[in-house]
């Protein structure tokens, strides 16, 4: 396993755990930092699938996709805010 694979997997999980404190800062109804959070790590989840790996496999368009996702709904957080 290369050092660039180690670091991606690394920063990989750690956004993995920060989406799950997004989803309990929606359920507290914490919009702002919800939505603030889910931007970031959805941007980094992003950059760090398309930018070292492309879409060459099925996995990372998931990975992606649902980089996507958070991106989308951090927005919408955002914008709901109080």
């Known amino acids: ?7 991606v997997l690394i920063v990989g999980i750690i ?3 920060e989406s ?3 989803y309990s800062f929606v359920s507290k109804k914490m919009l702002q930092k919800a939505g603030i959070r889910g931007i970031i790590v959805g941007a980094i989840l992003l950059s760090i699938t398309l930018g070292l ?4 496999d099925f996995r990372i368009q998931l990975v992606a996709g649902s980089a996507i996702l958070m991106i989308i709904a951090g927005v ?3 914008i709901y805010r109080e």
């Open 1 to 7: 396993m290369t050092f660039v694979t180690l670091v």
């Open 53 to 56: 790996r492309g879409f060459e």
């Open 20 to 22: 799950f404190e997004c």
């Open 76 to 78: 919408i957080c955002y």
């Open 15 to 17: 956004c993995s755990v």
